[in-house]
């Protein structure tokens, strides 16, 4: 069974970067999607972007963050990373990573439900929190 951890959290100051990670284990590298959401207090969770680790294609889902995060992925460590550039405040909450077995990045065409996110994505790890200070 695919487990997934979720690391790199942390504090940060209005504008600056950080990493974060997401170990994938118990499966097979190449046979999963990888996306990462995230969930503010009160809010509903967001769906950022997601990349297919077989041939590494992305698919963005939030435009607030295209510009500003890169994911990316490293077989050999079984990671899929989430490069955060220019954060803002308004970027703060807990961060998730989750998996999506066989299929590429679901296609997504108007906004991403908490329903559908959990239909796309089955298996997710625990969070790693984010706050930028203003």
């Known amino acids: 069974e695919v487990q997934l951890q979720a690391s790199g959290g942390g504090l940060v100051q209005n504008g600056g970067s950080l990493r974060l990670s997401c170990v994938v284990s118990?499966?097979?590298?190449?046979?999963?999607?990888i996306g990462w959401f995230r969930q503010a207090p009160g809010k509903e969770r967001e769906g950022l972007v997601c990349?297919?680790?077989?041939?590494?294609?992305?698919?963005y889902y939030s435009d607030s963050v295209k510009a500003r995060f890169t994911i990316s992925s490293e077989k050999a460590k079984n990671t899929v990373y989430l490069q955060m550039n220019n954060l803002k405040p308004e970027d703060t909450a807990t961060y998730y990573c989750?998996?999506?077995?066989?299929?590429?990045?679901?296609?997504?065409?108007?906004?991403?439900?908490?329903?559908?996110?959990?239909?796309?994505?089955?298996?997710w790890g625990p969070g790693t929190q984010v706050t930028v200070s203003s």
């Open positions: 990349i297919s680790n077989s041939d590494g294609d992305t698919d």
């Open positions: 118990g499966a097979n590298f190449d046979d999963y999607s």
């Open positions: 989750a998996s999506r077995y066989w299929f590429g990045c679901p296609y997504v065409t108007s906004t991403y439900s908490y329903a559908q996110q959990d239909e796309d994505f089955r298996s």
